[in-house]
């Protein structure tokens, strides 16, 4: 029987259950680190471990199916697009007033060179790589896996948007702390946690976290504020 590299991954964390959610989110943040000291190589690294994401994230699309199988009804459809917008809206409007981290390395558009294709390129997949990628990917690591887990080990037994004080508290610090916008960050992650134990549908926190990174890089090229990438 001939194995395809999705299936001998999926195969090799059956027993490991927490593994489809923490390597694709491990990954990135590994290819990411580096970018922030070498703004030479930064590009090829995001161009890099977007694609190396959705490997993953398509390898183990079957573990995700429990958690992605519920669709949202319009009244929670209305809610995920203004917890995004309100999301959206306070990383934009905070910044300078709140505290964050020095930002070693600002995105910009000609990092893989001058040509406009180039710059097509690069600009189209930071888009599709926050918009799309890092949702997802995000949302099945903080929300599905670690809010869970920090209630109990056996995460899977525990119903999505299960509430407890210190999981809700520790997810939305953390999730914060990911990002160089500090408090911006932890707002965020309270109103996605929020939205999940609400709704108990990651879908909808998903769109919600979408509906933020995509009015954000929408705003990053409009308006040319390269530092929010």
Not at 39 to 44: F, G, H, L, R, T
Not at 104 to 126: D, E, M, T, W
Not at 199 to 226: D, E, S
Request: with cysteine.
């Amino acid at each position: 029987m001939r194995y395809s590299p999705e299936t001998r991954v999926c195969e090799s964390c059956l027993s490991r259950p927490w593994c489809p959610y923490v390597l694709p989110f491990v990954l990135f943040l590994l290819l990411t680190e580096p970018g922030r000291h070498f703004s030479q190589v930064a590009p090829w690294l995001y161009v890099t471990k977007t694609f190396l994401t959705v490997f993953l994230l398509w390898s183990f699309r079957q573990i995700y199916l429990q958690d992605l199988s519920i669709p949202l009804s319009f009244r929670q459809l209305v809610e995920a697009i203004v917890c995004g917008a309100v999301v959206l809206a306070l990383w934009i409007l905070a910044e300078g007033y709140l505290f964050q981290l020095d930002q070693r390395f600002i995105f910009s558009p000609k990092g893989l060179g001058h040509a406009v294709s180039g710059q097509l390129f690069l600009v189209g997949v930071h888009l599709f790589g926050s918009a799309l990628v890092v949702p997802l990917m995000e949302e099945l690591f903080w929300r599905s896996f670690l809010m869970r887990w920090l209630i109990r080990a056996d995460f899977r037994s525990v119903p999505l948007g299960t509430f407890s004080w210190f999981s809700f508290l520790a997810t939305a610090i953390l999730f914060g702390l990911e990002h160089n916008r500090i408090v911006a960050g932890v707002c965020a992650g309270i109103f996605y946690n929020l939205l999940l134990v609400h709704q108990k549908n990651l879908r909808g926190v998903v769109l919600a976290h979408g509906i933020t990174n995509f009015g954000l890089g929408l705003y990053v090229i409009t308006t040319g504020n390269w530092q929010f990438w």
